[in-house]
């Protein structure tokens, strides 16, 4: 079985009460809870949240030959963090990149993702749904890059 390392970046631990509108009302327990379940009896998930962006890429780095790949949701850190594409280009893990909203329609600050270039796909503005195609993408053992 697949080990999946589930990373969620700035302020999704606050979900279901930041802007509902856009991100729901389901709490991050709920996305846990909902990963957790469709990943039984076909994947490993484990789960981090931390609004620090050191203690994000430290958890990318030790990822190498412990899992299978990465599922990241790097909030805010997507539009500004060089860092953490860097980190995601320093191991050999696949990195699935998921945005909960479709960030090329929001605001023009956010259009832009340093992170899709190094990560073998790029899913936004699925919901919660996103991750779980993010899961089956790994499962696939997809191994060309495509955004």
Do not use: W
Request: charged content about 25%; proline content about 3%.
């Amino acid at each position: 079985m697949k080990k999946i390392l589930v990373i969620n970046g700035p302020n999704l631990n606050m979900l279901g009460l930041r802007e509902p509108e856009i991100y729901g009302r389901a709490s991050y327990e709920d996305l846990i809870n909902y990963i957790s379940t469709f990943c039984k009896d076909k994947a490993d998930p484990h789960f981090f949240q931390s609004n620090h962006e050191g203690d994000i890429i430290d958890r990318i780095q030790a990822a190498r030959g412990v899992y299978d790949g990465i599922i990241l949701n790097a909030g805010g850190y997507t539009h500004t963090s060089v860092a953490i594409a860097d980190a995601i280009s320093a191991v050999d893990v696949p990195v699935v990149e998921v945005h909960i909203s479709d960030i090329k329609k929001r605001e023009p600050f956010r259009h832009h993702s340093f992170l899709t270039d190094v990560c073998k796909k790029t899913i936004m503005g699925h919901g919660f749904d996103g991750y779980l195609m993010a899961v089956d993408f790994l499962l696939a053992d997809n191994t060309q890059a495509e955004a």
